[in-house]
């Protein structure tokens, strides 16, 4: 009941959150009043419709970035909403977002195939990132809502939906200018069960800013990597070793930057370091916030989550390529 009580208690918070700006928009200034959410299904192959959500002055500028916010294994529009609450800042720091929604496995659970430790249980091979850049091309050309600017597409995704987005990022880079992710990580062993050895997780892509968030009580994407073999033929590498991964493909120097944040909800005081990594090619900077005691679900700050929207929406392909 406490679970859900802390459910409640959020979703009337977010709403309440929500209610501001859309008010002072409304006393403060006079434009005319436009559909902002808009149900899209592109696909007949199981995906269900995604939500995009516009800003309110939306017919006022020709191009707005696209935030892309990306749902864990068994978890749905909703709740990624609840967990992030990142459409509060549509119309603060401008720009749409789109959350999708993975198909249903045979067992009821929502999923996306992020590589092969997550999350495609049952090997269906279904191609997800295929399924999002056209779901993104659908957006980029329909009248009602094709002011994306296709150069400012950024994703952030938890859980499965992290793994996904770094996937995302290496098969269609042009579809992508940063990623941010929470409680995700990179695969450790391919798709024969051999572990990785190679350093570059893109090696075909350019220099793609990282904003990686990751908790050290996390259980379920444990914050030190987990090999299931011989159990299972897969496993995850480590957060911190996932980052430099990241640095090498940007070509980061290994130093970086730290910074001490009350990021948690929850746990008080400065419980996360955030290290910055600046000095990249192409200034495509990499950080890794690590929560102390932070867990597979933690309810970020608000404040925090606009620190990392900033972070994405200072970046455009033409900037990084």
């Keep these: 009941m406490k679970a859900w009580a ?70 749905n529009i909703f709740l990624q909403y609840i967990l992030t609450r990142l459409s509060i800042y549509k119309d603060i720091l401008g720009f749409m977002i789109l959350t999708p929604q993975g198909r249903t496995d045979r067992d009821g659970n929502t999923f996306w195939n992020g590589g092969n430790f ?118 995850h590498i480590g957060a911190r070793q996932a980052v430099e991964r990241w640095l090498y493909h940007n070509r980061c120097d290994m130093q970086g930057d730290q910074k001490r944040t009350n990021a948690s909800l929850f746990i008080w005081g400065k419980e996360t370091r955030v290290e910055t990594f600046s000095n990249c090619e192409n200034q495509a900077t990499v950080k890794l916030a690590t929560v102390r005691r932070g867990r597979h679900i933690e309810l970020l700050r608000y404040r925090f989550y606009k620190k990392m929207l900033k972070f994405f929406l200072k970046y455009q392909k033409s900037s990084i390529e």
């Design 6 to 75: 802390t459910i409640v208690a959020f979703l009337l918070i977010a709403l309440n959150a929500y209610a501001g700006p859309s008010d002072y928009y409304s006393k403060h200034h006079r434009f005319k009043a436009i559909k902002t959410t808009h149900y899209i299904k592109i696909s007949k192959d199981g995906h269900p419709k995604a939500l995009l959500e516009l800003p309110r002055r939306y017919k006022e500028r020709e191009k707005w970035p696209l935030v892309v916010n990306i749902h864990g294994y068994t978890g």
């Design 118 to 235: 997550c999350c495609d249980f049952y090997e269906t091979g279904v191609d997800d990132t295929l399924y999002m850049k056209n779901l993104i091309d659908y957006i980029a050309s329909h009248p009602d809502f094709n002011r994306v600017d296709t150069r400012r597409i950024y994703y952030f995704g938890h859980s499965n939906g992290g793994f996904f987005a770094y996937k995302m990022a290496c098969t269609y880079p042009n579809y992508v200018t940063a990623v941010g992710t929470l409680g995700a990580s990179l695969d450790l062993r391919d798709e024969n069960g051999e572990i990785i050895v190679e350093q570059d997780p893109c090696p075909q892509a350019s220099a793609i800013p990282i904003f990686h968030i990751h908790g050290t009580k996390d259980k379920s994407i444990p914050y030190a990597g987990k090999d299931y073999m011989p159990e299972y033929d897969f496993g």
